[in-house]
């Protein structure tokens, strides 16, 4: 069976920091990979997918990067935090090279100060 | 581009009695997916059920069912036997059939199961 993992579970950082977030993925090849934003009390926001090794799309134009280093792991990035960048952040998988049920890991929570 | 509108920002409902959430979407497209996810505290986001959109008949997951209504754009989530572990968020969501295209997400309805 398939599981995914995220890392760290919760993240307090003061603004203009770096930030890095990473999702694994296990179980499985070639898996489409996505990040998502929550903000408080607010829908998902898709922030980034990725069908491959190497290839992003961006949704959304911010500070935030995306990047795919291997098939099962994604990072979600940034030089610089921002009070903005605040959320939860999710991090889904689907089967590759077909549109499937997207699933999802336990989250992180991001407390820029 | 798609959009998904849930117009029930909170809802309650009686521990055994049965709740019906709605969800309406727009779209061109013929072919695609729709879901209702639950996010409960622990704020991790599971699947609760999925339609296609070219089957007529309703999907049903235990006590979870959807009626879904093509022509109207219409994709409702009825919850039967209520529990207190239902007490979630609830996200309605679409995805087109065609390319890579990743989930479109309404802005939720917050169920909360009374005792």
């Known amino acids: 069976s398939q599981t995914i993992h995220q890392w760290p579970a919760t993240l307090v950082q003061p603004v203009g920091s770096p930030l890095s977030l990473e999702c694994t993925v296990e179980g499985t090849s070639n898996p489409n990979l996505y990040w998502y934003r929550q903000a408080a009390g607010r829908g998902l926001q898709l922030l980034f997918y990725s069908v491959g090794i190497g290839q992003i799309s961006s949704e959304v134009p911010q500070n935030l990067s995306a990047s795919r280093p291997q098939d099962r792991q994604f990072i979600l990035s940034s030089k610089k935090l921002l009070l903005s960048d605040s959320g939860f952040y999710l991090c889904?998988?689907?089967?590759?090279?077909?549109?499937?049920?997207?699933?999802f890991g336990p989250g992180t929570r991001l407390l820029v100060l | 581009a798609q959009t998904v509108t849930q117009s029930q920002p909170e809802m309650s409902v009686q521990e055994a009695e049965t709740v019906t959430l709605s969800c309406t979407y727009d779209t061109s497209e013929n072919n695609y997916y729709l879901f209702w996810y639950k996010q409960p505290p622990s704020r991790q986001m599971i699947l609760v059920i999925r339609q296609e959109a070219y089957k007529q008949q309703n999907a049903t997951e235990n006590r979870f069912s959807v009626n879904f209504q093509k022509a109207a754009k219409s994709f409702s989530l009825k919850i039967s036997d209520s529990q207190l572990g239902d007490t979630a968020m609830y996200f309605c969501?679409?995805?087109?059939?065609?390319?890579?295209?990743?989930?479109?997400f309404g802005k939720g309805t917050r169920l909360s199961v009374i005792a």
């Open positions: 889904a998988w689907s089967f590759g090279g077909a549109q499937e049920t997207q699933y």
């Open positions: 969501a679409f995805m087109r059939h065609s390319g890579n295209t990743p989930l479109v």
